[in-house]
Nanobody, 116 residues
């Protein structure tokens, strides 16, 4: 059984930083396409950042230069470093992992709130 669990969310002031983590059991991140999505109330779930099995990264325009996705293969963990946070970054953040067979796995989410 595959389980993904996010952590690291919380309340932060505008301009602050947070690092989200996503750990997995039952799947190996380095073999998959992995990503962070976010969903604000009333909005659709949007792709924030992705990292391929070979380590290539991609970002939504709204977070380029502020967010960094990375992977620690020894820990089987995906990270999202978020700097210069803005109120519009407030959302539930979800970890996603897609296998070579296109099986999609999701974590339960972690809330990020950017507010003064």
């Amino acid at each position: 059984q595959v389980q993904l669990v996010e952590s690291g969310g919380g309340l932060v002031q505008p301009g602050g930083s947070l690092r989200l983590s996503c750990t997995a059991s039952g799947t190996i991140f380095s073999r998959n396409w992995n990503a962070w999505y976010r969903q604000a109330p009333g909005n659709q779930r949007d792709l924030v950042a992705s990292i391929t099995s070979s380590g290539r990264t991609d970002y939504a325009d709204s977070v380029k230069g502020r967010f960094t996705i990375s992977r620690d293969d020894a820990k089987n963990t995906i990270y999202l470093q978020m700097n210069s946070l803005k109120p519009e970054d407030t959302a539930e953040y979800y970890c996603n992992s897609r296998t070579i067979f296109s099986w999609d796995y999701w974590g339960p989410g972690t809330q990020v709130t950017v507010s003064s």
